[in-house]
């Protein structure tokens, strides 16, 4: 058991207070390189329901459903077709495939800095007729920092998603601001990641990563993980964003993910925010 290196009481002090003085003062972004040989190691069991992706799996019914409550959260209503999404840090695909088959999509984009993933995003895609449509899906290997920002309204998207995305950036601040330019006004950031607690520490890290397995070791750092409140205070800086909302959601064993009332609080949990009308 020397192997799990036990965090004490006092270490996670130590480390809640560093963590959230730096959240959001670095100046540039990039790719952790770290972080892409880990999910390209996963590749190939992407898209098996009970691989190392699992929990993605059961997941992703949950993201829609967070996205369809942003919608219904508008004074005025939303699209009901045509929506264009970009799904960054997209990787194998789960959730822009299932968003792509939606009768109210137009189109979905996905980028991730791992070619190897995106090889098996395209490859599972290619399985499904509907998916192949002319401008139904697109893969890109890309980081949000190399793709072209939109020059007009039509380029921008409704839905830009980060999900499980932005607790393995080294630098948040940079990299949310690139992805700003990318939605229309009206549009939606939506994400989902993990608040930086003692619970969660406990059980994605010792629980989920080295005691049940559930999860592959070294998959979550702790350190990055950031709480619902920094990213509300991060967007009420940036002017013309507002509405925010989030869901906490815990993983109940043989039953799944669950909506959990004050969960952003400790857990996981997704996030929203509206891109004021011009």
């Known amino acids: 058991m020397t192997s799990l290196r036990p965090t004490t009481l006092r270490n996670l002090r130590l480390l ?16 952790d ?23 993605l799996h059961l997941m992703n019914p949950l993201r829609h459903d967070f996205i369809r409550s942003c919608h219904a959260s508008q004074s005025t209503p939303p699209p009901t077709s045509r929506l264009r999404y970009l799904d960054v840090g997209c990787g194998g695909g789960i959730f822009a ?16 800095p791992s070619s190897e993933v995106l090889a098996v995003a395209k490859a599972h895609a290619r399985q499904d ?38 607790e393995h950036i080294s630098r948040p ?4 601001l690139n992805c700003l330019p990318f939605v229309k006004p ?30 592959p070791r070294g998959t979550h750092d702790w350190d990055k993980y950031i709480n619902e409140e920094e990213l509300r205070g991060w967007f009420e800086g940036r002017e013309g964003w ?15 993910w669950r909506e959990i009332r004050g969960g952003e609080k400790w857990g996981n949990y997704f996030f929203g925010i509206r891109k004021n009308m011009e």
């Open 129 to 166: 007729p509907i998916l192949l449509e002319d401008g139904r899906l697109e893969y890109l290997n890309q980081s949000i920092e190399q793709l072209p920002p939109p020059q007009t309204a039509d380029q921008q998207y409704d839905v830009l998603s980060l999900f499980e995305v932005i």
């Open 242 to 256: 507002g509405s925010p909302r989030s869901m906490g959601v815990i993983y109940v064993p043989a039953v799944g």
């Open 33 to 55: 390189q770290t972080e892409v040989s880990h999910f390209n190691a996963l590749a190939s069991t992407w898209w098996d329901p009970h691989g190392s992706s699992r929990l």
């Open 173 to 176: 601040s940079p990299f949310l």
């Open 16 to 31: 809640l207070r560093k963590s959230s003085q730096r959240r959001f003062k670095s100046t540039k972004s990039s790719v």
């Open 97 to 112: 495939e299932s968003a792509a088959r939606l009768a109210s999509t137009r189109s979905v984009t996905g980028i991730d």
């Open 186 to 215: 009206g549009g939606w950031i939506v994400m989902s990641t993990i608040a930086r607690t003692w619970a969660s520490w406990f059980t994605t890290k010792l629980v989920a990563e080295d005691l049940a397995r559930i999860v």
